[in-house]
Each structure stands twice: as C-alpha cells, then as structure tokens.
C-alpha cells in the first residue's frame, strides 16, 4: 500500500524556470493538500483541494496553481520559480480527517538557483 | 480561524528521563487534536489524536498526551526518553466537523545519550 506518493524527490531549478510537482494517493480520499515547510515556520499550507473537482487557495497561494486532475492526482506548478520558492514540499490526503488526521508523501526538495 | 502554539524551538533531555512538548491551541468549538512526528528527510508521520473521551490519550512508539479544555493545551508527552525520538514534532488542530487541519511550528526534540 503505496499512500501518498510525490515526485520528483529533489529538484534544482534556475530562476524563471517552470516544473511541476506531482502526486497521487491510492487511499480513495476526497481531500488533498499541498504544503512548504521552511525552518522555522513550521507547514504552511499554500493549496488544497476538498474533492475532486474543487481547489482553494491556502496561507501562501502565490506564485503556485493546482490542479486536481481526478479523485488521485493533485499537482502543483511553479509557473516561474524564485529563490524564495526554495524549500521542501508535502503533499497529504486525507477521508474524515477525525478518525484519520492526514496522510503525508515524503516530499520534494526543491531549490531555486 | 484555528491556530496552534508550539512555544520551544527545541526540546533537549536526557536519555532515559521524561520528555514533555507542549502545545496549546485556539479553535472555535470542539477541537480535534493531533501530534506528528518528523524524521530527518521524512514525511510527517501520525503519532496519536484526541477526538473525544479520556483526557489522556495513547499512541505509537510509547507517547500519550494529556488533553485539557480549560487551558486549551494538548502536551505530548514520554515517561522515558529514547535517542530514538529525536525528531521534529507537530502538533495540530481542526475544529469539529471541520477537515482543515492547522499545525503549530513544530519543536526539534534532541534526546542526548
């Protein structure tokens, strides 16, 4: 049972440059997320996505789209990567988050050069 | 809106005595309460959770927290430390009925031999 599955694991991108962020659960959840995590400041949510179909906004949404492509898939995309978008990126899924709280991948380590 | 309050940076103790990270929260209603736990180049993994029911809630690697609604904390605690448990802890927050959850800035735990 795979989970929450994210690539690339690491990734150096020249500023301006443009990449996509993939990731796919296979635990049927309705709810997805995508976080950065920077030292310090904890996870701070930038995109999530209630069903399939729908996308909000998060805490830090600039510079990023989404797309929740179907019921599995949620991609994120720096259109024009910048230094201040170095960091490490989660992604989470999660069905009644009560009885399960959230279910993470182990991440991207992306740096902006 | 909910929001969480981890206030050390960084948890130091002693192999083998008690371990305590605290966490206090802020949420209209009924809160549902989670720790997680991150290992180095690792996603978040899910430690344990108060939903309703006993004030003293157990979960994985031998942790519990103490749930309190008059000081609004949720404290992770360890009666004996292992050097095992240097991680990095989150603790998190999402009011009733609600699947958003809200992290706190996580604490380093440092466990010395």
Request: glycine residues 8%.
């Amino acid at each position: 049972n795979a989970g929450v599955t994210q690539t690339p694991k690491f990734q150096v991108l020249k500023t301006g440059q443009s990449m996509t962020l993939q990731c796919a659960q296979d635990m049927n959840h309705n709810s997805m997320y995508w976080y950065r995590q920077d030292p310090g400041m904890g996870l701070r949510l930038i995109y999530y996505s209630a069903s399939e179909g729908t996308t909000d906004k998060g805490e830090v949404p600039n510079g990023y789209n989404v797309s929740r492509l179907n019921k599995r898939e949620f991609s994120l995309r720096l259109e024009s990567a910048a230094p201040s978008q170095t960091s490490v990126y989660f992604c989470a899924s999660s069905d009644r988050t009560e009885l399960y709280g959230y279910t993470f991948g182990s991440g991207t380590r992306l740096t902006v050069v | 809106a909910q929001s969480v309050a981890q206030p050390e940076d960084q948890v130091n103790v002693a192999e083998g005595n008690p371990l305590t990270v605290k966490c206090t929260y802020s949420v209209s209603g009924n809160p549902y309460l989670f720790w997680y736990v991150q290992y180095p180049n690792r996603g978040l993994q899910f430690l344990l959770k108060y939903i309703t029911g006993d004030n003293l809630v157990k979960g994985s690697y031998g942790f519990e927290a103490e749930f309190n609604k008059s000081q609004t904390s949720f404290h992770l605690k360890k009666p004996s430390a292992l050097v095992s448990d240097s991680a990095l802890y989150f603790c998190a927050v999402s009011p009733y009925g609600n699947n958003r959850l809200a992290f706190g800035k996580g604490n380093q735990v440092v466990v010395i031999p």
